[in-house]
């Protein structure tokens, strides 16, 4: 549900300040280090995802999208059983998303070089994934949804993405709307990593996202993605979904190269403007975009 306090919150004193000193790398529990900037391949072993629902649910097939990810590009893979798409996402029980993940999990024995995080807001989900050699919990509840899903980051060191949104999965268009979507995102966040620091998880495995898409129209994601240094300016790296998503759609176009363009050109906007990870669908495509993104801010 949406949380009336939510409009009224401020960002904290170091996203009106200097901003702090934006963290090159993340080291991960299993001493993985991901240099920024980072591309995340998507992997949804779902049949309902809005953009490759269907593709990966059997195991063979989605191992080799992975290792494909890998070769073409991607420094972590984010696998999910659960679809969130704006309109008809359908909420699946445990049981239901470990019985897609467990065949996955199971069959990447050796075959990831990269890390790999779990998309889900159940403890139970995250768990198992964790045994399977998880290293991240992508949480779009920002660990709100399960209230294990912290403790089981805390105690097993593994890093985790707290994304903002409203409402569920399910209906969270419903409360897209915002008195100002910036300072409400961006309070929403802080306040989140404030939780998680608190509940034992370390500052230096957070990482935050504006949740792009979720609860959000054209309008909120732009004025999103033109504020991503003020989100940074928080002090945790920050990730940036804009795949496919409808609003791509809405500017660049409906075709499937002015999707993928559109995607590029936003991936390669948010590294200028400070995002750390883009999280996508095609790799490739992500890495030459935000290569060139990292080269022109002066980093290579
Ligand atoms: N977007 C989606 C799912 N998980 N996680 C984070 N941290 N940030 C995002 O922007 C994000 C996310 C939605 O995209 P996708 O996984 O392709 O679709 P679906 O939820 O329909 O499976």
Do not use: W
């Not at 033109?226 to 998503?245: F, Q």
């Amino acid at each position: 549900m949406p949380d009336a306090r939510e409009n009224r919150a401020r960002p904290g004193r170091a996203a009106r300040s200097a901003p702090a000193a934006a963290p090159d790398r993340i080291r991960l529990h299993d001493g993985r280090v991901i240099h920024f900037p980072a591309v995340m391949g998507v992997l949804n072993v779902t049949p309902d995802s809005f953009s490759d629902g269907g593709k990966y649910l059997d195991p063979g097939r989605a191992i080799e999208h992975a290792v494909e990810m890998q070769e073409s590009g991607a420094d972590i893979i984010d696998i999910g059983g659960e679809s969130t798409r704006p309109v008809g996402a359908r909420a699946v029980s445990q049981e239901e998303e470990l019985e897609r993940l467990l065949p996955v999990f199971r069959r990447f024995d050796g075959r990831l070089r990269v890390p790999f995080s779990i998309d889900t807001r159940k403890s139970q989900v995250a768990r198992a994934a964790i045994d399977h050699g998880a290293a991240i919990i992508n949480d779009v509840t920002a660990l709100s949804y399960d209230s294990s899903m912290a403790r089981l980051a805390a105690k097993t060191g593994s890093a985790v993405v707290l994304m903002h949104m409203r409402g569920s999965a399910e209906d969270h268009m419903r409360y897209a709307r915002y008195r100002n979507v910036v300072i409400a995102v961006t309070g929403y966040l802080a306040a989140r990593a404030r939780f998680a620091t608190r509940a034992g998880i370390a500052a230096n495995r957070i990482i935050i996202d504006p949740g792009i898409g979720f609860a959000k129209t054209t309008q909120h994601n732009l004025a999103l993605l033109g504020a991503l240094p003020a989100l940074c300016a928080l002090g945790y790296p920050v990730l940036v979904g804009t795949s496919r998503k409808t609003f791509i759609r809405h500017i660049a176009g409906e075709s499937p190269r002015e999707i993928e363009f559109g995607t590029a050109a936003a991936d390669a906007l948010a590294v200028a403007s400070g995002a750390s990870i883009v999280r996508v669908h095609d790799p490739g495509a992500a890495r030459a975009a935000i290569r060139m993104a990292a080269a022109m801010r002066g980093h290579n």
